[in-house]
C-alpha cells in the first residue's frame, strides 16, 4: 500500500505547486494529510477521484491567485517606512547643509560690507533649516504620523528661502534650488505616498 | 455567503475540528452534494482566519485517524454570530420558496 500510495502523493504535491507560495507555505502539510486521507478512504481511488482532485486544485489555485492580485501589496504599509526614513534622513541632511550654507553666506556677506539684510538672510536661512530638520526628525521617529507637520514644515522652508531671495539677491543658485526644490520634492513625496495609500485603503 | 463557507462554519460549531473532520461533516450534512477538496476547504479556512471567524485551536493527535498530528479549527464568537445570521437568511429564502409554491410544505 504504502509503495502504491508514493507516486500519487508525490503527483498531488507536484499539483500543489500551481498555488501560491505563501498558501502553500502554509496549508501544504495538511492538504496532502486530507488527500492521503480520502484516498485511504475510496480505496486508492480511481479516475473519478482524480478528476475530482484536479477540479478542485484548478478552481482553487485560480480563486487564490485571483485574490493575491487583488490584495494590496502593502497592507500595513510596511514597506514604505523604508521609503519614509530615508526621505527623512535626506531631509535632515538638506537642513543642516543648509545651515552650513547659511552662515557661509551670511559670512561672505560680512566680509563684503555686511549689513542688516545679511543678519536676516541668515537667520531666515537658519530658520528654515531648522524647519526642514525637525520635519526630517519627525518623519524619522513618527511616520506617517508627522507627515501633516512635515507639509507644513516644506510649506515654511520654501516660502522662507523665497524670502532670503528676496532680501539676498546675491544668494547662490545652488542655495535657492536645494532650498526651495527639496521642499517642493518632500511635498511631492508625502502627496503621492498618501496618494497610494487612500487607494489601498479603498481596495482593502 | 459561499455554501461552502457555510458548511465549514457549520461544521464547526458543534467542536472544534481538522480538516479532514471538516470536510467529512460537510459531506454528511449535505448528504454528499457539497463535497470539499483540500485546496477549496484550505482556501476557505484561510479566508475564514483572517476575517476573524475561526480560529487555530492547535497540534493534536485524532487516535481514530492514526497518529498523525493534526491542526484543529474553532469557531470564533463572531464567527457564531455570522453562521447565525446566515442560517436565518437561508431560513428566510426557503419560507419564501415554500410560500410560492417551488418546494413542499416543512415536513411535519
Known amino acids: ?178 532650498g526651495i526644490g527639496f521642499p517642493i520634492a518632500l511635498l511631492l513625496f508625502l502627496y503621492l505616498t498618501k496618494r497610494d495609500g487612500s487607494s489601498m485603503r479603498t481596495t482593502a | 455567503m459561499s455554501p461552502a463557507t457555510f458548511q465549514v462554519l457549520m461544521a464547526l460549531v458543534d467542536d472544534e475540528r481538522h480538516g479532514y473532520s471538516i470536510m467529512r461533516e460537510a459531506t454528511e450534512r449535505s448528504d454528499g452534494s457539497v463535497r470539499l477538496g483540500p485546496g477549496t476547504l484550505y482556501g476557505t479556512l484561510k479566508r475564514l482566519l483572517e476575517s476573524g471567524l475561526v480560529e487555530e485551536g492547535g497540534e493534536r493527535v485524532d487516535p481514530a485517524m492514526g497518529d498523525e498530528r493534526r491542526r484543529y479549527y474553532r469557531i470564533t464568537d463572531l464567527g457564531m454570530a455570522v453562521a447565525r445570521a446566515e442560517a436565518r437568511r437561508l431560513d428566510r429564502v426557503v419560507r419564501a420558496a415554500r410560500r410560492r409554491k417551488l418546494i413542499g410544505p416543512e415536513p411535519a
Not at chain 1, 500500500?1 to 507516486?7: N, V
Open chain 1, 1 to 178: 500500500m504504502i509503495a502504491r500510495e508514493r507516486p500519487a502523493e508525490l503527483v498531488f504535491r507536484a499539483l500543489l505547486r500551481v498555488y501560491p507560495a505563501g498558501f502553500r507555505a502554509d496549508y501544504e502539510r495538511e492538504m496532502t494529510q486530507i488527500f492521503r486521507d480520502r484516498r485511504r478512504e475510496e480505496h486508492g481511488g480511481g479516475s473519478g477521484f482524480w478528476i475530482e482532485v484536479l477540479w478542485d486544485v484548478a478552481r482553487s489555485a485560480a480563486a487564490m491567485h485571483a485574490d493575491a492580485a487583488r490584495a494590496p501589496r502593502n497592507v500595513n504599509n510596511q514597506p514604505r517606512k523604508g521609503t519614509m526614513r530615508r526621505m527623512a534622513i535626506l531631509a535632515v541632511l538638506v537642513g543642516l547643509i543648509e545651515v552650513l550654507n547659511a552662515s557661509l553666506e551670511g559670512r561672505a556677506g560680512r566680509m563684503n560690507g555686511g549689513d542688516a539684510y545679511s543678519f536676516i538672510g541668515v537667520a531666515l536661512g537658519v530658520c528654515a533649516a531648522i524647519l526642514l530638520i525637525v520635519a526630517g526628525v519627525a518623519l524619522f521617529r513618527r511616520g506617517w504620523s508627522a507627515a501633516g507637520w512635515a507639509r507644513v514644515a516644506a510649506i515654511g522652508c520654501a516660502a522662507l528661502v523665497v524670502s532670503i531671495r528676496v532680501v539676498q539677491p546675491w544668494m547662490s543658485i545652488f542655495a535657492t534650488l536645494l
